[in-house]
């Protein structure tokens, strides 16, 4: 067994009874999307029993042929929305660990200017399966002047269903848990996130707002017009970049390489190396169907969307706006 940099240690497929040959289909699927310009490099790592058998680089981080070659390792990319389930539902989860919420409780026992008419019943729970009736999202970047503005502009968003009723795909149902979180916690969502996971599990490629020391290693997102000018090293989505960089639905930065560390971590109930993050009973009752095909903060696998066909029936994940995806198969 040889180990790659802070990510999983390597085995070969067959040390794990999986086949060379189709992890190499990989290699091709890759290769042809880059010839057909859909994005410049990307970052795959697969792993099985606990190690990483394949784990690769493929392009170079923009179109240009002198930009830097991707490295699995240690190319840092904006996740976009799997801010949603490797940050906030994972804070979630510790903190209901430590009985410190119910996933019953109305947001507003813990943020009482989330409150107002049937926003008083709205639960942790249904902000998880996006059932609380928040829209899927507002403009908060058009009209927010400082970061403290956007916060406020998130509590006060009205609803646009009945609690419970309906499922609304809601960054803005993730942006109060990331607020909760940091009501029930008494710090910021990034600094809890740092202390209570990533740093325990060696994701030292993981954070919010990198610094400008790595941006020559952070692949680019876009040009958007409201910033005008190439993103790189800065959040892409609009509404985290308003909330000041640290967002319960967008705002983290991290690699292949750390992310198959916490996939791991959860496919071990909550352990990696020594080092227990969640307890094994919250994994399962999290990444388990709550509403429809969603989990608690996480989707699960269901016909073509977000994770293929090739997952088995306790498959969950997520997918991110800037092309970042991350799905993990108990089977």
């Not at 989860?93 to 813990?110: A, Q, R, T, W």
């Not at 970049?241 to 967008?250: E, F, I, K, P």
Request: glycine share 12%; charged share 20%; proline share 6%.
């Amino acid at each position: 067994m040889t180990r790659a940099g802070d990510g999983l240690p390597v085995k070969s497929p067959t040390d794990v009874g999986m086949s060379s040959s189709r992890l190499a289909a990989i290699e091709r699927v890759i290769e042809r999307g880059i010839k057909a310009g859909g994005y410049p490099g990307a970052s795959v790592v697969v792993g099985r029993k606990g190690a990483a058998v394949f784990e690769k680089g493929f392009g170079r981080l923009s179109w240009s042929e002198t930009s830097t070659p991707v490295d699995a390792q240690r190319t840092i990319y904006d996740v976009a929305s799997l801010t949603k389930v490797v940050g906030t539902t994972t804070a979630i989860m510790i903190l209901f660990d430590e009985k410190k919420i119910g996933l019953d409780d109305p947001v507003v026992n813990y943020i009482p200017t989330f409150g107002g008419g049937d926003k008083d019943r709205v639960t942790i729970r249904q902000l998880l399966t996006h059932t609380s009736g928040l829209p899927a999202g507002r403009d908060i970047w058009r009209i927010a002047q400082t970061p403290l503005e956007a916060r406020a502009l998130v509590l006060s968003t009205p609803l646009e269903g009945r609690p419970g009723a309906q499922y609304i795909y809601s960054d803005l149902g993730a942006d109060v848990l990331g607020l909760l979180v940091e009501v029930v916690a008494g710090e910021p969502l990034d600094k809890f996130l740092t202390r209570r996971v990533f740093e325990p599990l060696g994701m030292n490629e993981t954070m919010f707002r990198p610094a400008d020391s790595l941006r020559y290693r952070i692949a680019p997102t876009e040009v958007t017009p409201p910033r005008g000018y190439p993103l790189r090293g800065e959040v892409h989505d609009e509404n985290a970049y308003a909330l000041g960089g640290v967002a319960g639905h967008a705002g983290l930065f991290s690699t292949a390489a750390d992310l198959s560390v916490f996939a791991q971590m959860m496919l071990n109930g909550g352990e990696y190396n020594g080092v227990q993050i969640i307890s094994k009973p919250t994994v399962e009752l999290f990444t388990s169907r709550a509403f429809g095909h969603r989990a608690l903060g996480w989707d699960t696998a269901e016909g073509d969307y977000g994770s293929g066909r090739f997952l088995g029936p306790t498959a969950y994940g997520h997918t991110g706006f800037t092309g970042t995806s991350m799905w993990i198969d108990p089977e």
